[in-house]
Nanobody
Framework: QVQLVESGGGLVQAGGSLRLSCTAS????????MGWYRQAPGKERELVAT????????NYADSVKGRFFISRDRARNTVYLQMNSLKPEDTAIYYC?????????WGQGTQVTVSS
């Protein structure tokens, strides 16, 4: 089993910044991919950014490129999402994810609200 615990969401004005954190625990294997997805009201869950446990591979949604940055502390099994220049359309529940040979796992989600 894998547990993912997120933190760092909240309310911020447009143009502001937030940093999300997610720590994984349990039976974690390498290689794996950790990342962030988000789901806005009435919309499907979408990828925000991912990073692999091996190498430097990262992947970003076009809508966040240049504004959001994902990083990873491999020793702590923790992934971070630095979100800058936030826009109202970034408002969503942000979910941490981990994918590895045993399956895909999700955190409980953290709310990010950007006011205009």
């Amino acid at each position: 089993q894998v547990q993912l615990v997120e933190s760092g969401g909240g309310l911020v004005q447009a143009g502001g910044s937030l940093r999300l954190s997610c720590t994984a625990s349990g039976s974690i294997f390498n290689p794996n991919v950790m990342g962030w997805y988000r789901q806005a009201p009435g919309k499907e869950r979408e990828l925000v950014a991912t990073t692999a446990s091996v190498g430097t591979t990262t992947n970003y949604a076009d809508s966040v490129k240049g504004r959001f940055f994902i990083s990873r502390d491999r020793a702590r099994n923790t992934v971070y999402l630095q979100m800058n220049s936030l826009k109202p359309e970034d408002t969503a529940i942000y979910y941490c994810s981990l994918r590895q040979i045993s399956g895909a796992y999700w955190g409980q989600g953290t709310q990010v609200t950007v006011s205009s």
